[in-house]
C-alpha cells in the first residue's frame, strides 16, 4: 500500500520517514517530494509498504500525531491522475 504524508517540517528526511514508519512494519520505500530546482522539501512524503494490514496500522498510529515538531497528515495515497490533456495546459520547462 502507498501511503500519503502531508504536514511534514521541512527538515524531515526520506531516512526519518522510514523509521518513524518502520515500528509498523516492513518498508519498501520512503520518499520525501523534495523541488526539482531548489532540491528542498515540499512537505510531504509517501511510505510504501507491502503488507496492508501493517500499512493501515501505520496510517492509524500515525495520523495527527508529531514528527519533527508538526503533526502530520496521513492517509492511504490515491493514484495520480495524468492532467495532460485536461483544462490546463502544462507549463513549459526551462
Do not use: C, W
Not at 501511503?3 to 520512503?30: C, K, M, P, W
Not at 500499512?55 to 495520523?63: L, S
Not at 490546463?88 to 520547462?93: C, D, L
Request: proline letters at 5%.
Amino acid at each position: 500500500m502507498n501511503i500519503y504524508i502531508g504536514n511534514l517540517a521541512y527538515g524531515v528526511t526520506s531516512d526519518d520517514l522510514h523509521q518513524a514508519f518502520g515500528a509498523f512494519g516492513e518498508i519498501s520505500r520512503a520518499t520525501v517530494i523534495t523541488d526539482r530546482e531548489t532540491g528542498r522539501s515540499k512537505g510531504f512524503g509517501f511510505v510504501e509498504m507491502p503488507n496492508d494490514d501493517e500499512a493501515r496500522k501505520a496510517i492509524e498510529g500515525m495520523n495527527d500525531q508529531p514528527l519533527s515538531g508538526r503533526n502530520i497528515r496521513v492517509n492511504e495515497a490515491k493514484p495520480r491522475e495524468d492532467n495532460r490533456g485536461g483544462d490546463r495546459p502544462r507549463r513549459p520547462r526551462f
